[in-house]
């Protein structure tokens, strides 16, 4: 601490002694006796100075800037293959998402194509078994109109004669009835 403040000390009254001396005979820059001798020292320090710079500064920043020139050569070289191999990717997909949504269609079409046989072949069974349930009714519609007269006949002889039996009390013959319902359905006719 001691030896410190020494120090500053003495910086202080030696420059203070220089301003008191460069006071008295105006600027030395200027003074044309110092010239020589500012010339030879501004000669050594810039000589001094462009040799570490050319010799060890420049060198360094001449390095390192190649090492980055090349860097980033290399990080463009690396982007631009990085680029075409993703156009490539997105090619490849592209084409395999065409690729699968024909091959949907197509399982879609066949699909379709066959539901819509089993629908017909099975619409075709149904309008034949539909037919074939008209046929029979029709048929049976038919016997039935064709027996009906006969029925209701025997129907009418049956509950004329047990009316006859049961007002009268008497039993009546069914071939004089029957003749009495023929006669009468023959008018309604």
């Given at each position: 601490?001691?030896?410190?403040?020494?120090?500053?000390?003495?910086?202080?009254f030696l420059l203070l002694s220089q301003v008191n001396g460069?006071?008295?005979?105006?600027?030395?820059?200027?003074?044309?006796?110092?010239?020589?001798?500012?010339?030879?020292w501004l000669i050594i320090t810039f000589g001094f100075m462009?040799?570490?710079?050319?010799?060890?500064?420049?060198?360094?920043?001449?390095?390192?800037?190649?090492?980055?020139?090349?860097?980033?050569?290399?990080?463009?070289?690396?982007?631009?293959?990085?680029?075409?191999?993703?156009?490539?990717?997105?090619?490849?997909?592209?084409?395999?998402?065409?690729?699968?949504?024909?091959?949907?269609?197509?399982?879609?079409?066949?699909?379709?194509?066959?539901?819509?046989?089993?629908?017909?072949?099975?619409?075709?069974?149904?309008?034949?078994?539909?037919?074939?349930?008209?046929?029979?009714?029709?048929?049976?519609?038919?016997?039935?109109?064709?027996?009906?007269?006969?029925?209701?006949?025997?129907?009418?002889?049956?509950?004329?004669?047990?009316?006859?039996?049961?007002?009268?009390?008497?039993?009546?013959?069914?071939?004089?009835?029957?003749?009495?319902?023929?006669?009468?359905?023959?008018?309604?006719?």
């Amino acid at each position: 601490m001691f030896l410190k403040f020494s120090q500053i000390t003495f910086f202080y009254f030696l420059l203070l002694s220089q301003v008191n001396g460069a006071e008295s005979g105006g600027m030395p820059q200027l003074n044309p006796e110092f010239w020589f001798s500012q010339i030879f020292w501004l000669i050594i320090t810039f000589g001094f100075m462009f040799v570490v710079l050319s010799k060890l500064v420049l060198p360094k920043i001449s390095e390192n800037l190649e090492t980055r020139k090349a860097q980033i050569s290399e990080n463009i070289e690396s982007a631009e293959k990085q680029r075409l191999e993703s156009e490539n990717k997105i090619k490849e997909y592209n084409k395999l998402i065409l690729e699968s949504k024909n091959e949907a269609k197509n399982y879609f079409n066949q699909a379709r194509e066959k539901i819509l046989k089993d629908v017909d072949k099975k619409r075709e069974n149904l309008e034949k078994e539909i037919n074939e349930e008209i046929s029979k009714a029709e048929k049976e519609i038919e016997d039935l109109k064709n027996k009906s007269p006969d029925k209701v006949r025997k129907i009418a002889i049956e509950t004329s004669s047990d009316l006859i039996k049961q007002v009268i009390g008497v039993d009546v013959n069914n071939s004089s009835i029957s003749a009495i319902v023929e006669d009468i359905s023959r008018k309604r006719n």
